[in-house]
Nanobody
Framework: QVQLVESGGGLVQAGGSLRLSCAAS????????MGWFRQAPGKEREFVAA????????SYADSVKGRFTISRDNAKATVYLQMNSLKPEDTAVYYC?????????????????WGQGTQVTVSS
């Protein structure tokens, strides 16, 4: 069982930055592939970024590539999402998720554990 708690969301102007954190419980954090997803009102949950167990491999949605950076600190059992050059279309609730397999990391259905989400609002 893994519990995930996101933090760091808020209101920011377009062009600004935010850093999201997701703290995991338990001593098996390094055995989980970690992902960030987001969901805007009236839209489906969509993949944002993912990072492999050691942090050696990262993947991004085209919409955030070059602006967002995912990282992890296994000693602190925490995954981060640094978001730069934010746009109004980045407004959403952001969720972190954990999956042991690492397969189909871009698909929400494979993830076993989810956080409660943190709101990110980007004003124009």
């Amino acid at each position: 069982q893994v519990q995930l708690v996101e933090s760091g969301g808020g209101l920011v102007q377009a062009g600004g930055s935010l850093r999201l954190s997701c703290a995991a419980s338990g001593r098996t954090f390094s055995s989980y592939y970690m992902g960030w997803f987001r969901q805007a009102p009236g839209k489906e949950r969509e993949f944002v970024a993912a990072i492999s167990w050691s942090g050696a491999s990262t993947s991004y949605a085209d919409s955030v590539k070059g602006r967002f950076t995912i990282s992890r600190d296994n000693a602190k059992a925490t995954v981060y999402l640094q978001m730069n050059s934010l746009k109004p279309e980045d407004t959403a609730v952001y969720y972190c998720a954990a999956d042991k397999s690492g397969s189909y990391y871009f698909s929400a259905v494979v993830y076993d554990y989810w956080g409660q989400g943190t709101q990110v609002t980007v004003s124009s």
